[in-house]
């Protein structure tokens, strides 16, 4: 069982920036995904930006240029650097991590609110 620890939302104005975490632990098995969704009020979960085991980085369309995906492998971590944000990218921030058997895990999600 994978546990997420996530950490760094919180309020922000438009403009600003911030950095969410995610630690995956408590897994014997290799990670094939990691990454992070949101979800707004009355929306679906959406993908913002995804590392996976071929080495790609997919991201959003509407976070591009403006959101960065990282990680710290030895401490299997993911970093969101996300810059110039907007009010429409308020919403509950979930990690997310598919391990080498193709399980998917979730946190419990971080709020990002974007206000003036």
């Known amino acids: 069982q994978v546990q997420l620890v996530e950490s760094g939302g919180g309020l922000v104005q438009p403009g600003g920036s911030l950095r969410l975490s995610c630690a995956a632990s408590g897994s014997a098995f290799g990670l094939d995904a990691m990454g992070w969704y949101r979800q707004a009020p009355g929306k679906q979960r959406e993908l913002v930006a995804e590392?996976?085991?071929?080495?790609?980085?997919n991201y959003a369309d509407s976070v591009k240029g403006r959101f960065t995906l990282s990680r710290d492998n030895a401490k299997n971590t993911v970093f969101l650097q996300m810059d110039s944000l907007k009010p429409d990218d308020t919403a509950v921030f979930y990690c997310?991590?598919?391990?080498?058997?193709?399980?998917?895990?979730w946190g419990q999600g971080t709020q990002v609110t974007v206000s003036s």
């Open positions: 997310h991590v598919v391990d080498n058997r193709w399980y998917h895990f």
């Open positions: 590392w996976t085991i071929t080495g790609t980085t």
